[in-house]
Structures are given as structure tokens and as C-alpha cells.
């Protein structure tokens, strides 16, 4: 089974950046970023297929981050640039990913296989 190890979260002023990254020790399709809104609820912030040419984001981060991903055999690299940010920008970010081939896009959280454990992102005003 594929695994996912996110980094790069912290505490940061309104304004200012972070940059997360995932790594994921196998092979994965589509990849993407979902922040946990409630103790059910994630929400799709970006989302990228496997050839980065795909990207799909939040409306409400839309011209603040950029998604891309950095693909070997063995091991994809995730990174979520995320800049001029928001109070409302902070939660946990999870970082997720589809392990076959196929599915929709843009993809909705049931079309991903494996997720991992999530980045604090905090955001003080």
C-alpha cells in the first residue's frame, strides 16, 4: 500500500507563505489537497493528475496557491504553494491520493484511495 508523509506546515502571519509537500512511496494517479473542515467534512483545495497537466482548485484559493508534482518510478512528490494567505486558510491539510488508473475529473474525495495524515496550517490575522 501506497503511503503518504506530508511537511511543511506552521504558523505564519495573514500575507505571508508556507509550502507543503507530500511524498508518496509508489506509483499514483491523481493527487491532491483536501483540508478538514469538520471531523467528516474534507474540502478539495487542489487537485492534479498525474502528468501535472490537469489542475483543478477551490474557489476560494484560486490565484493564492499553485499545485504541482514531481513524478519517479518509485515515488511522486506532491508540493502545494500556497501564498497571500488567509486566516480562513488555516485547518489541517490532508494530502490524498488515486492508485488506478480511471476516474472522473476533477476528481471528488470518494475517487481517492489513500490519504495521509495531515499539516497544521494556522493563519493569525
Known amino acids: 500500500q501506497v503511503q503518504l508523509v506530508e511537511s511543511g506546515g506552521g504558523s505564519v502571519q495573514a500575507g505571508g507563505s508556507l509550502t507543503l509537500n507530500c511524498e508518496a512511496n509508489g506509483y499514483t494517479y491523481f493527487m491532491g489537497w483536501f483540508r478538514q473542515v469538520t471531523e467528516t467534512e474534507r474540502e478539495g483545495v487542489a487537485l492534479i493528475n498525474r502528468s501535472g497537466g490537469l489542475t483543478s482548485y477551490s474557489d476560494s484559493v484560486k490565484g493564492r496557491f499553485t499545485i504541482s508534482r514531481y513524478n519517479l518510478s518509485n515515488k511522486n512528490t506532491l508540493t502545494l504553494q500556497m501564498n497571500n494567505l488567509k486566516p480562513e486558510d488555516s485547518g489541517i491539510y490532508i494530502c490524498?491520493?488515486?492508485?488506478?488508473?480511471?476516474?472522473?475529473?476533477?476528481?471528488?474525495?470518494?475517487?481517492?484511495?489513500?490519504w495521509g495524515q495531515g499539516t497544521q496550517v494556522t493563519v493569525s490575522s
Open positions: 490524498a491520493a488515486r492508485l488506478t488508473n480511471g476516474g472522473k475529473w476533477p476528481p471528488g474525495e470518494s475517487e481517492f484511495h489513500t
